[in-house]
Nanobody, 124 residues
């Protein structure tokens, strides 16, 4: 059983930056694909970024390419999401998720463990 705890959310102006962190415990972190998802009010949860077990491969939603960067540190059981050039449409609750399968997938139901989420609000 893996526990995930997100941190780093907050309120930022358009064009600003935030760095989200997800700390994992209770499992072998390096075995999991890690993903970041987000959910805005009234909308479905959507994939933002994913990273494979070693950090050598990443995948991003088209809407965040060039602005967001996902990374992981298997020595610290942590996955990060650096978010730059933030826009009001990035406002959402951001969730960290872990998947026992070996490839990065974008479907939320494929992920086995979830954090509680952290709120990101981008003001215009």
């Amino acid at each position: 059983q893996v526990q995930l705890v997100e941190s780093g959310g907050g309120l930022v102006q358009t064009g600003g930056s935030l760095r989200l962190s997800c700390a994992a415990s209770g499992g072998t972190f390096s075995l999991y694909v890690m993903g970041w998802f987000r959910q805005a009010p009234g909308k479905e949860r959507e994939f933002v970024a994913g990273v494979n077990w070693s950090g050598s491969r990443t995948h991003y939603a088209d809407s965040v390419v060039g602005r967001f960067t996902i990374s992981r540190d298997n020595t610290k059981n942590t996955v990060l999401l650096q978010m730059n050039s933030l826009k009001p449409e990035d406002t959402a609750v951001y969730y960290c998720a872990a998947d026992r399968d070996g490839i990065i997938v974008t479907t939320p139901s494929r992920y086995d463990y979830w954090g509680q989420g952290t709120q990101v609000t981008v003001s215009s």
